[in-house]
């Protein structure tokens, strides 16, 4: 029986609480980050251009272990995760558009000796219609070698470490975000006041206009009469949300009420840009929804027999007879 592979990409970004120097990201084995400057260590590649200007930087690849170490490297655009909006580039194998087409480095595949470091120089050229705004990316160090697990289903991993590049071309800028399709379902106990109750609100953030945003979420819930049930800032929200791109994101509810009508309203915020989204729920018991169905349905019957009696007696024929 042949064996089945499945090939899986760890790829490790640069953070700005990652280590020095130049607060390289760091897998344990291998470091990327930019070189450092006369005045200081970067944490990442902050970089700006007008449409057709080129940029000459260089990128450092440091090896951590007691071998040489072999990378395919590489310039990838970034997106937004859809699990968690998390900051991730696009593989080697997918079309690139923005800094992902625009990066060359001067060499695609490097040998770093143990416990070395090489430097490559890369240009970027921002093509002459390039679009104002951002256009995050990053340089990519790949390790080409697949480690095969055991088993049927065999994992087959590729390691990458890359570093961030945040590049704004120059020209208008438009900050702008929406929240979009928000929904509110409902898990009830089966008797009122026998169990806990609760609601998952979910809800599509995103980013609309050409700057990357550092989000905001405000939540508030509302029940009949406009008493307010739930208030509160959002955490699980994307720490940047890229231009052009939307996350699904949702929120529990814990406690939320058994027998409500109301709406949810969820207010999004960056600098310079403010949108909000509302949603109606109705909040009814499994139990008290049978009953309701139920007697619904008995009332319903009744008020067609009745209208049928009723056209019976006023369709009798008349009495009596001509002589």
Do not use: C
Not at 10 to 28: C, E, K, M, V, Y
Not at 163 to 186: C, F, K, N, Q
Not at 297 to 309: E, F, K
């Amino acid at each position: 029986m042949r064996k089945l592979y499945v090939l899986l990409l760890s790829l490790l970004l640069a953070t700005i609480a990652a280590p020095a120097p130049a607060h390289a990201a760091d897998n344990g084995s291998w470091s990327v980050y930019p070189a450092a400057s006369r005045i200081a260590a970067r944490p990442y590649f902050y970089l700006s251009a007008d449409p057709g200007q080129t940029i000459d930087d260089k990128v450092v690849v440091s090896n951590r272990t007691g071998r040489p170490l072999t990378f395919r490297l590489y310039a990838a655009d970034a997106y937004n995760t859809a699990r968690d909006g998390g900051f991730a580039v696009r593989t080697v194998a997918e079309r690139q558009r923005g800094v992902g087409a625009w990066a060359r480095p001067a060499k695609t595949r490097v040998t770093v000796p143990a416990h070395g470091r090489v430097t490559v120089p890369f240009t970027l050229s921002v093509p002459e219609g390039a679009e104002p705004g951002d256009h995050p990316g990053a340089l990519v160090a790949l390790d080409e070698r697949i480690d095969k697990g055991d088993g049927a289903v065999a994992l087959g991993v590729q390691r990458a470490v890359a570093a961030r590049v945040y590049l704004r071309v120059g020209g208008p800028t438009v900050p702008a975000i929406t929240v979009e399709d928000v929904r509110v379902s409902h898990h009830q106990p089966l008797v009122p006041g026998l169990g806990d109750s609760g609601a998952t609100i979910s809800y599509t953030l995103r980013n609309t206009g050409n700057v990357t945003l550092n989000p905001k979420v405000e939540l508030r819930a509302t029940g009949l009469f406009g008493r307010t049930l739930l208030a509160r800032d959002l955490v699980k929200i994307p720490g940047e949300l890229l231009p052009g791109q939307r996350v699904r994101l949702s929120e529990p509810w814990r406690g939320s009420p058994q027998l409500d009508w109301g709406a949810v309203k969820l207010t999004a915020s960056a600098k310079d840009t403010r949108e909000s989204a509302s949603a109606g729920f109705f909040a009814l018991p499994w139990l008290v929804a049978v009953v309701l169905f139920a007697a619904g349905g008995v009332g319903g019957g009744l008020w067609v027999r009745l209208r049928l009696l009723r056209r019976g007696g006023l369709a009798r024929p008349r009495g009596g007879a001509a002589h």
